[in-house]
């Protein structure tokens, strides 16, 4: 061994040391001051403090974060104590997302569900933690809202509308016990980072659907190449205006890319057998695919 | 009756816990008595009016006592360990049990019980069994029709007969509609699973979860069949009038999905390494669907045009003559994964983060014979089994018994993230994605094609070559990449950059290659803590290879057609977002998107163009502690055009240069027809939550409007170009005469209220009334019948639906409820 090599226990020691550094500089450089302890913030802000004891921060001893307590986020509080002026203490809340982030990612990045987090599109849209989240609350994984859905509705208006078409996923309200409220966005989506695209949890969005429709992944003798390419070529995951979720009426979905024979290139009248019920699929019922020696135009 | 019995038991346990761990609470002060929860019982009662089972679609909303909610959890302020159990809807369709318990920071474990129920419609069946994999129709009803088939030299040249035979079947077809049993499709999904997530250390992870889903139900599927029939003696087809058969079916589901997955990981502060295997198994119980033709109880083959046995090349007349069908159902699969993930922090504030994944499916199940219709080995032809001497009623006379289905999976993702100065900070993105089947490639003879009555031995039909029957197993490969670049030029101003490319390879396809570059910019402008302005736009343009030209085996659709997924496409969008709020009380959100898409601009067919437009806002208002409202309106405008044409082989222009007939086969510019389709969906919700007396009466309502109208207007754009060729402004096939549908329109009214009384600290009794009214237009389904011979633009004497459809419903649902948290 170099004897003049540097330790790697040192290293890691070192690394480590610079990392909670980092993490905590942006909070002395916002607050000053003494570390006073919780039970000292309890004396103003016993209904914040209190509500904590349900909050899954109250065991943050248990994962690794020692001695956890308000001023774990909030800096030191001494300052503020003396002056009780609401300036002499970070808010995280009320800082950049990159900075409030901070504050969570120093325990929470070393989370899975967060290993994409860094470039993920709610960070690079300087959509942090305190946007979704809130540390103070006991509502279920520390929303801001009381269901999941509400707190994506706020930005994305247009899944919200996508609930109340004319077909969709279980999703529509879930406040209620008339709700359908059986899956949630993260069902498929994982709002810290994915390694997919649209933050899919999964390898890619076939493969998220194939989780719950698993009996259309498999290989087939005869295929339908949207199937196994894209579903979202004939599917709108978050509702549609028609039925199954395609993205357009059909005969005309199956019409903008299939044109041989002469009774499906008709434009086709409003008592067509073509047009009506289940249009196409009338004949062509195995749309995603058929393992059957005589079904090679999906017909059974 | 007994799941009543479960739901008034589990209340009666629930309650007596939550009184318990009430007292317990009353005696030791809040929270120290270790458990906290809630239990919501109430009583309900609903009217629905129509279709029940779209109002019910997701849901179970039952008259009576139930059990809404219920939770416990268990855990004192001072130990490590945790206990909690979650309960909704107990004893219903769409009930949900859940047991986690654990160590903080040591392990967590988790049970849970879900079940979805999926309503579809109603319908009516004239099939017995169903539910099961044997649809069956008594046979004197088959023969009764048997004898009343006319065939096609019967038949003359008039396709419509109302007073022959077609008069005859129609009066037993509606006899036994008369007695059907109306049936329900719908679905069940019951999902339960256990999870186990354990700490070795602080820094290592181990987890292992294992999940079993069960389905069952029926859902409507069609096997039809079609004849083409030219009406009138010795005329060219410039009307083509079609026999169709068939039947709405009901598809026996009874899949079970299982899944494990285990994996191990190392998570340390500045980097991090996991590695997961997960495995599925897809099972399903029904391999086919046998069902009875209502119109034959004797095999036959189908005919040439002047009723002989059918000879090679034939299009096959007296279609759909066989006395069982079959139907293949999804195939069993196993697929394995392995995955590897690790993370690192990087200098400049930069991080790498990838995973890798690499998989296959099998798929072998066995294959069914081409046919059960043993007529056909009687046909004789070159090619057919009779010459080949197969039974093609044995799945030994296939070439292979099964697929040997093997698809083989390697992805990867990888982030490079870093902040080289306090302004700037980069992202480079890059996926890969690979899939490639190497399931066989089996060769057939032929198979049982036209209804199951006929031999073909080809897979398609065109003016050219034609392809062999044989199967060909796709792949491709997919990757992206991308940069990005955020830049914070001052304070209130960050400018984003973006740079894309994404490659698709394609094998097995009629297309080789994809390449789309894009490019965009945006900026997100804070002009004060309580105002931001964030919009963007996005570049982007993809160029395909190797598509090839229609009308041949590669590629039997129109010479000309682009499918859009593989086409050309010059892609502009843009987006909007204003947040303002310029008081603690008032909240103010407006948004904006636009995309167009210009698709193969320099083909005829198929998909050209598509806008996206789409405009919102939502506003808050809080004037008081006792008072909000809410308010959020979102229109969408979806336009784009398609172009087709209807086919013909015999109705042209002749030897004029705009004569396209030898460039697009038999599509005759004379017969070319393009949509328009509009589509815009209007959403409304507004809320309002007042508390009449403070923290004690509470009124919570909201109203949702959801209005979409679809439109599409159908037109023939080649008028001019007839009428220069010595046409009448309106030749064309009848099949290509524009015709625009009526408006398709759904409207859904969500009306809810609730009105709670906070009688005790932890016990709130409350009245809710819900009220949904929805309607659909949409000739598709409003024209439905069950059976709709005489109403339909072809012959449909012989094909039986089941008319599943819905179209309208209204809905009142009251509730009294009692909340009690502890």
């Excluded at chain 2, 589990?10 to 270790?34: H, M, P, R, Y």
């Excluded at chain 2, 790498?352 to 046909?379: E, K, R």
């Excluded at chain 2, 008319?803 to 009251?814: C, M, P, Q």
Aim: glycine share 8%.
């Amino acid at each position: 061994m170099n004897e003049t090599a540097i330790p790697k226990r040192f290293l890691r020691v070192a690394a480590l040391a610079c990392s909670l550094i980092l993490a905590a500089a942006w909070i002395a450089l916002a607050a000053d001051g003494a570390y006073v302890g919780s039970d000292k913030c309890k004396e103003c802000h016993e209904g914040i403090v209190g509500s904590f004891r349900a909050n899954i921060h109250a065991k943050a001893a248990y994962y690794g974060a020692k001695n956890a307590g308000c001023e774990s986020c909030h800096g030191p509080a001494g300052a503020h104590v003396e002056s009780g002026d609401k300036s002499k203490i970070v808010n995280p809340a009320k800082n950049s997302a990159e900075i409030a982030s901070a504050a969570c990612l120093a325990c929470h990045a070393k989370g899975k569900g967060q290993m994409f987090w860094k470039g993920s599109a709610h960070d690079s849209q300087e959509a942090g933690c305190a946007a979704c989240h809130k540390v103070h609350g006991n509502k279920a994984k520390l929303l801001a809202k009381p269901d999941e859905k509400e707190v994506c509705f706020a930005c994305h208006s247009e899944v919200r509308a996508s609930m109340l078409k004319r077909s969709k996923h279980p999703m529509r309200d879930s406040s209620s016990p008339t709700g359908e409220g059986k899956m949630s966005c993260s069902a498929c989506h994982n709002p810290h980072g994915a390694r997919s695209e649209k933050l899919i949890a999964a390898k890619s969005i076939n493969d998220k659907c194939y989780e719950c429709h698993a009996e259309k992944k498999a290989p087939v003798l005869w295929e339908h190449s949207p199937v196994k390419e894209d579903c979202m070529t004939c599917h709108s995951a978050h509702g549609s205006s028609f039925d199954k979720m395609l993205t357009q009426k059909v005969p005309r979905l199956c019409q903008s890319c299939h044109m041989q024979g002469r009774h499906q290139t008709g434009t086709l009248s409003t008592n067509s057998v073509y047009a009506l019920g289940r249009s196409c699929l009338n004949c062509h019922p195995m749309i995603h695919g058929s393992n059957n020696p005589s079904g090679p135009v999906l017909q059974r | 009756m007994i799941r009543g019995k479960i739901a008034c038991a589990a209340a009666a346990l629930l309650l007596s816990l939550a009184l318990f761990a009430g007292t317990a609470q009353a005696e030791a002060g809040a929270g120290i008595g270790g458990a906290a929860g809630l239990l919501d019982i109430g009583v309900q009662q609903k009217k629905v009016n129509g279709s029940s089972e779209k109002f019910e679609e997701y849901r179970d909303v039952r008259n009576g006592f139930l059990v809404n909610d219920a939770s416990i959890r268990l855990e004192q302020d001072a130990s490590r360990y945790f206990l909690e159990v979650k309960i909704k809807n107990p004893a219903q369709e769409n009930e949900y049990y859940s047991l986690t318990g654990g160590k903080h920071g040591i392990y967590k474990y988790n049970l849970f019980y879900d079940s979805i129920p999926h309503n579809f419609s109603d319908g009516v069946l004239l099939f017995n069994g169903a539910g099961t994999n044997r649809l069956s129709i008594a046979d004197n009803v088959q023969s009764a029709l048997q004898a009343v088939e006319q065939t096609r030299v019967e038949r003359g040249n008039v396709i419509t007969d109302t007073t022959g035979e077609d008069a005859s079947a129609q009066s037993i077809v509606r006899g036994l509609y008369a007695q059907a049993n109306p049936f329900t499709f719908k679905l069940k999904r019951e999902k339960a699973g256990f999870s186990l997530e354990c700490n070795v250390s602080e820094d290592v992870k181990t987890w292992a979860k294992v999940t079993n889903e069960k389905r069952t139900g029926a859902r409507v599927i069609t096997a039809g069949t079609y004849e083409r029939y030219a009406q009138g003696s010795g005329l060219a087809h410039t009307a083509d009038l079609f026999l169709v058969s068939g039947a709405d079916l009901a598809e026996p589901i009874d899949f079970r999905t299982t899944t494990v997955s285990l994996g191990a990981g190392v998570y340390k502060r500045s980097w991090l390494a996991d590695f997961e295997y997960s495995f599925t198994d897809f099972n399903n119980r029904n391999a086919a669907l046998i069902w009875d033709n209502p119109f034959r109880i004797t095999d036959a083959t189908a005919t040439s045009s002047a009723g002989a046995s059918a000879a090679s090349g034939d299009n096959g007349f007296e279609r759909g003559r066989f006395a069982r069908g079959q139907l293949s159902l999804s195939p069993d699969s196993k697929s394995h994964d392995f995955t590897a993930s690790g993370a690192v922090d990087l200098p400049h504030r930069g991080r790498f983060t990838g995973t890798v994944s690499y998989g296959w499916i099998t798929q072998d199940s066995p294959f069914l014979p081409y046919t059960l219709n043993s007529a056909l080995n009687g046909l004789a032809f070159a090619g057919a089994p009779g010459a080949l001497g197969i039974d093609v009623t044995n799945a030994g006379s296939l070439p292979k018994s099964n697929l040997d289905g093997d698809v083989k999976t390697l992805s990867g993702s990888f982030v490079v993230t870093a902040k080289p100065t306090h302004s700037l900070k980069t992202t480079l993105k890059y996926r890969y994605y690979d899939y490639k089947n190497e399931s066989d490639e089996i060769r057939f003879p032929g198979y049982a094609g036209f209804g199951e009555s006929y031999w073909r031995l080809i897979k398609n039909d065109t003016n050219t070559t034609d392809a062999a029957v044989f199967n060909e197993p796709l792949s491709f490969t997919r990757q992206t990449a991308g940069l990005s670049l955020d830049y914070h030029a001052s304070k209130p101003l960050a400018l984003l950059f973006d740079a894309g490319w994404e490659g698709w390879k394609r094998e097995k396809l009629r297309i080789d290659s994809t390449t789309e570059y894009s490019a965009g910019a945006g900026f997100l402008y804070k002009a004060a803590k309580n105002a931001s302005l964030k919009a963007g736009y996005k570049y982007a343009k993809r160029t395909v290879d190797g598509y090839k030209n229609g009308d041949n085996a590669a590629n039997p659709e129109a010479i000309g057609l682009r499918n859009f997924d593989w086409a050309d496409r010059v892609r502009h969008k843009t987006d909007a977002r204003f947040q303002y709020d310029p008081s603690e009380t008032l909240s103010l959100g407006l948004s904006g998107q636009y995309m167009r898409d210009k698709l193969a601009q320099d083909s005829r067919f198929g998909l050209k163009k598509v806008e996206n437009v789409a405009g919102g806002l939502d506003v808050s208002y809080t004037p008081s502690e006792r008072i909000a409202f809410s308010l959020n309106y979102l229109r969408e405008y979806r336009k784009s055009r398609m172009n087709s044409g209807a086919k013909d082989d015999a109705f042209d222009i002749g030897t004029t240069t705009d004569n396209e007939a030898t460039l697009f086969g038999n599509f005759n510019p004379l017969n070319y027809w393009n949509t328009d389709i509009k589509e815009t969906t209007d959403t409304v919700g507004v809320g309002a939550k007042i508390q009449i007396l403070p923290d004690k009466l509470t009124l919570d309502t909201s109203y949702n409007l959801s209005y979409s109208k679809a439109d599409y207007n159908t037109f023939n754009p080649n008028r001019d170009l007839a009428v220069a060729n010595g046409f009448a402004a309106g030749a064309k096939l009848t099949n290509a005469v524009a015709q625009s549908w009526p408006t398709v329109v759904n409207r859904l009214h969500e009306v809810k209220a609730n009105l709670s009384y906070k009688w005790f600290a932890n016990l709130t009794v409350g009245v809710g009334y819900l009220f949904e009214w929805y309607k659909l237009d949409d000739f598709a389904w409003n024209n439905m019948n069950p059976y709709m011979a005489g109403l339909t633009a072809e012959n449909s004497t012989k094909f039986v639906f089941a008319d599943a459809t819905y179209n309208k419903y209204e809905a009142h649902v009251g509730q009294i409820y009692m909340v009690y948290k502890f």
